[in-house]
C-alpha cells in the first residue's frame, strides 16, 4: 500500500534554524530513511518551500480565485511529505515515529494511504 506520510511543523522554527541545525537534523532524517530506501519502499520525499510562497486557487462563483499564500493561518504548515511502500499501517506508523523522533520540535506526522491514478486504469 502506498502512503503518503505528511510532516506538519512551526514554520518559523524550522525555516530559522542555523546551517549547522539543517544539517545535523537532515544527518539524523536521512539515517532513518536509509534502510527503507534501501529496501526499495522509499518514493519521493521533499521539504516544501515557505508557506509565503504559496499560491491556492479556489472555487469562486463564476471563475477560480487565485490567492497568494496558504489557506488557512495555522501554527503548524505542511512542510514535508515522503512517500513510502508498506504492507500494513502499523509499518508506516513505525516510520513516522522513527522520524519523529529525530526531528526537533512539535513535529507531526499525518499518514494518508493514496492511489496512484493513471489515465484510463482503475485504482485499486
Given at each position: 500500500?502506498?502512503?503518503?506520510?505528511?510532516?506538519?511543523?512551526?514554520?518559523?522554527?524550522?525555516?530559522?534554524?542555523?546551517?549547522?541545525?539543517?544539517?545535523?537534523?537532515?544527518?539524523?532524517?536521512?539515517?532513518?530513511?536509509?534502510?527503507?530506501?534501501?529496501?526499495?519502499?522509499?518514493?519521493?520525499?521533499?521539504?516544501?518551500?515557505?508557506?509565503?510562497?504559496?499560491?491556492?486557487?479556489?472555487?469562486?462563483?463564476?471563475?477560480?480565485?487565485?490567492?497568494?499564500?496558504?489557506?488557512?493561518?495555522?501554527?503548524?504548515?505542511?512542510l514535508g511529505f515522503y512517500v513510502v511502500d508498506f504492507e500494513t499501517l502499523d509499518e508506516a506508523i513505525a516510520f513516522s515515529k522513527e522520524l519523529s523522533a529525530v526531528n526537533p520540535g512539535s513535529t507531526s506526522y499525518?499518514?494518508?494511504?493514496?492511489?496512484?491514478?493513471?489515465?484510463?486504469?482503475?485504482?485499486?
Open positions: 500500500m502506498l502512503y503518503a506520510i505528511l510532516c506538519y511543523a512551526n514554520e518559523e522554527t524550522v525555516f530559522s534554524w542555523s546551517k549547522e541545525e539543517e544539517d545535523a537534523v537532515m544527518a539524523k532524517l536521512h539515517a532513518v530513511q536509509a534502510p527503507v530506501a534501501q529496501a526499495g519502499r522509499l518514493g519521493p520525499t521533499g521539504r516544501l518551500m515557505p508557506t509565503t510562497a504559496a499560491t491556492t486557487v479556489r472555487k469562486g462563483k463564476e471563475e477560480p480565485l487565485v490567492l497568494d499564500g496558504p489557506f488557512a493561518e495555522t501554527k503548524e504548515a505542511l499525518e499518514i494518508r494511504p493514496f492511489y496512484v491514478f493513471r489515465p484510463g486504469e482503475a485504482s485499486t
